[in-house]
C-alpha cells in the first residue's frame, strides 16, 4: 500500500507536477507493475488528485505512445472491457478491419465469455450480433464458431 501511494505521486511528479512530462517514468510504472499493483496506485491517484491513471495518461501524452499506454493500462485494470472496445474499434466506421478484428478474437479467444459479457453491457448488444452485422459467409461462420467455440461445421 505504501509503494503504491509512493507510485501515485511519482506519476503525477512525473505528469502534471513538472513543467514537461517524464514519459519514461510514466511508462515503466504502468508496463513493470503487475495488475494488483497498478489498481492500488490508481485508487491512490484518484483519491489524492481525482481522476485515474487514464485521465493522467491522456492529459500528458499524446499520439500512438498515449494509445499503447492506454491499452497496456486498459489491458492491466480492466481487460474485458478493453478487449470488447478493441473489438468495436476494428468495427468503427466503413469497413471492418478484418485483420485487427481476426486477431483480436483469436488472441483473446479464452477471455471471450467473459468480453462477450463486457461487450453486452457496454454496447447493448451481442458480440454474435456485431459480427453478423460486420461479416458474412465463411468468415463470418469462423468468427462465430471461435466467439460460440463450436466446430466451423455445426
Known amino acids: 500500500d505504501d509503494k503504491a501511494k509512493e507510485d501515485a505521486e511519482a506519476v503525477f511528479e512525473a505528469g502534471q507536477g513538472r ?3 517524464d514519459e519514461n517514468k510514466i511508462v515503466k510504472l504502468v508496463v513493470m507493475s503487475p495488475p494488483k499493483h497498478l489498481k492500488l ?4 491517484y484518484c483519491d489524492k488528485y481525482g481522476y ?3 485521465k493522467a495518461i491522456e492529459k500528458e501524452l499524446g499520439g500512438e505512445s498515449e494509445g499503447a499506454l492506454l ?3 486498459g489491458i492491466k485494470l480492466k481487460p474485458f472491457v478493453t478487449i470488447a472496445n478493441l473489438i468495436k474499434s476494428a468495427c468503427k466506421g466503413i469497413g471492418t478491419d478484418e485483420l485487427l478484428l481476426t486477431c483480436t478474437l483469436i488472441r483473446y479467444q479464452n477471455h471471450l465469455p467473459h468480453v462477450c459479457m463486457a461487450h453486452e453491457e457496454l454496447f447493448e448488444k451481442s458480440l454474435q450480433t ?13 468468427l462465430l464458431a471461435i466467439v460460440n467455440k463450436v466446430s466451423p461445421d455445426e
Open 41 to 44: 496506485v490508481n485508487e491512490h
Open 71 to 73: 491499452f497496456t493500462l
Open 19 to 21: 513543467w514537461g512530462t
Open 130 to 142: 456485431r459480427i453478423k452485422k460486420e461479416c458474412r459467409g465463411d468468415y463470418e461462420n469462423l
Open 52 to 54: 485515474t491513471l487514464f
